[in-house]
């Protein structure tokens, strides 16, 4: 069983075609309870279509995904979403004309206890659930450092801070599993590392497991237990940073450049 040996996610020949372009070929890896596993590779190396997979944006032309006991791969994304598994986006979407904490508030849908008629007379049930939500919505704010700009639009955050919003959003959904695009896009090297700190820090308050898509190499190599790289859609090397670092393949493919980037800064 997977959960017996540790797996609480697995992806087992997982193809994406779009007429004759495989974004995805017959890529198979594993998500372990409690790990950070980082997903790096060169752009269009499919990495955010393996994340539009896990979360039933694309239903996959071949292969299988199984989250704990259950097949996935053909479930539509609300019923993903409620299954377990959260993530943010690459380009960043925050409801501008939303505040800050109204927009975590979003992220509670699906995890309500009131019904459709409590709604229409305001019940005492609803009243109350909806200021539980709002004391979540606020200790979430909190963990990602934005409790005191909760009444502020979000459109008034800066980059990085939006970039913790969306991530409080996600929290807001109650995952097990959380799959973060490139949550480090635009930061300098102090904002990246207090990025880490955070990350690290939800992980273990809200015992998650975490996909982790980055090309800042100093987030990857920080933060990560494993690192899948891919490169057209394919596996090119999975293994500890260590092991990624001392790659040859992965270092003529892809890292070289981004290392000797790192050290110029």
């Known amino acids: 069983m997977m959960q017996a040996s540790g797996k609480l996610l697995e992806l087992d020949k997982?193809?994406?075609?779009?007429?004759?372009v495989k974004a995805i070929d017959s890529l198979s890896f594993e998500l372990e309870q409690g790990e950070i596993l980082g997903i790096i590779g060169p752009n269009g190396a499919g990495k955010t279509t393996v994340l539009n997979v896990l979360t039933g944006v694309y239903i996959p032309t071949a292969g299988s995904i199984r989250y704990k006991n259950s097949v996935i791969n053909k479930m539509p994304p609300h019923e993903i979403i409620n299954h377990g598994i959260a993530r943010t986006f690459?380009?960043?979407?925050?409801?501008?004309?939303?505040?800050?904490?109204?927009?975590?508030?979003?992220?509670?849908?699906?995890h309500t206890d009131y019904n459709?008629?409590?709604?229409?007379?305001?019940s005492k049930n609803k009243v109350n659930s909806e200021q539980e939500i709002g004391l979540q919505a606020k200790a979430l704010l909190e963990q990602v450092g934005l409790d005191k700009k909760a009444k502020q639009p979000a459109s008034s955050l800066s980059y990085g801070e939006q970039r913790r919003l969306e991530i409080a959003r996600a929290l807001?959904?109650?995952?097990?599993?959380?799959?973060?695009?490139?949550?480090?896009a635009g930061m300098n090297p102090n904002e990246i590392d207090s990025l880490n700190e955070m990350i690290l820090l939800v992980k273990d308050k809200f015992n998650l497991s975490i996909i982790l898509i980055e090309h800042q190499m100093r987030l990857i190599m920080g933060i990560c237990s494993r690192i899948l790289v891919m490169n057209f859609g394919k596996p090119l090397a999975c293994g500890s940073p260590k092991e990624i670092r001392n790659n040859r393949e992965v270092l003529e493919a892809y890292l070289g450049k981004a290392f000797e980037h790192e050290k110029s800064r």
């Open 14 to 20: 997982i193809s994406m075609h779009f007429g004759g």
């Open 90 to 110: 690459q380009n960043i979407r925050v409801f501008s004309s939303m505040n800050v904490e109204e927009n975590v508030k979003v992220g509670f849908v699906g």
């Open 116 to 122: 459709l008629a409590d709604m229409f007379v305001g």
């Open 172 to 184: 807001a959904c109650k995952p097990e599993i959380l799959l973060l695009d490139e949550p480090a």
